[in-house]
């Protein structure tokens, strides 16, 4: 059974959704690319799997308190 060829106009750091599963893509050292599995989600997925919400300032502020600071911003 002959199947189409695809094109994919891939570039590096982009994430890919193959058969369900997310793949980054990096480059494979010889001048090509490959898919490595992603191990990163976002805070959003986070979220939504485990339930929650952001805190609010005061919250923040309750649980962290006065961070030290580098004086960088």
Do not use: C, H, N
């Not at 060829?5 to 890919?16: F, W």
């Not at 001048?31 to 609010?56: C, D, M, N, S, Y």
Request: proline residues 5%; negative net charge; hydrophobic residues 35%.
């Amino acid at each position: 059974m002959a199947s189409a060829v695809q094109k994919l106009d891939i570039k590096i750091g982009q994430t890919v959704e193959v058969e369900g599963r997310r793949y980054d893509v990096v480059p494979d050292g010889e001048g090509g690319i490959t898919f490595e599995p992603a191990i990163t989600k976002t805070v959003a997925e986070l979220r939504a799997q485990r339930g929650g919400q952001a805190l609010t300032p005061a919250e923040f502020d309750e649980l962290f308190g006065e961070l030290p600071s580098d004086g960088e911003g």
